[in-house]
């Protein structure tokens, strides 16, 4: 069974990040990262929230803790990023 990854964060503007989060999908395609769902909080309108499948975890980590994926962090004005790895029971 495969591992999903639950990814939150406050963004300085929901739709600049979704085009930039859009934009990076191959990335994160090429480092095992299935893209599942992403939400937008109705409570708070600048909070984005991603469920993504992981294929590859050790590449997942390796991506989640990249400098790479940092830097686009703040293309895409994220903060207060939380990433939680599931794994079915």
């Known amino acids: 069974m495969a591992t999903h990854a639950l990814w939150q964060a406050d963004v300085a503007d929901f739709d600049a990040w979704l085009k930039v989060f859009r934009e990076d999908r191959a990335m994160r395609k090429a480092a095992g990262i299935r893209d599942l769902h992403v939400w937008r909080d109705p409570d708070l309108a600048d909070h984005a929230v991603a469920l993504f499948e992981i294929t590859n975890l050790a590449s ?29 029971v």
């Open 60 to 88: 997942a980590k390796a991506f989640f803790d990249s400098e790479e994926l940092a830097m686009h962090h703040e293309r895409g004005g994220i903060a207060h990023i939380t990433v939680k790895l599931l794994t079915p």
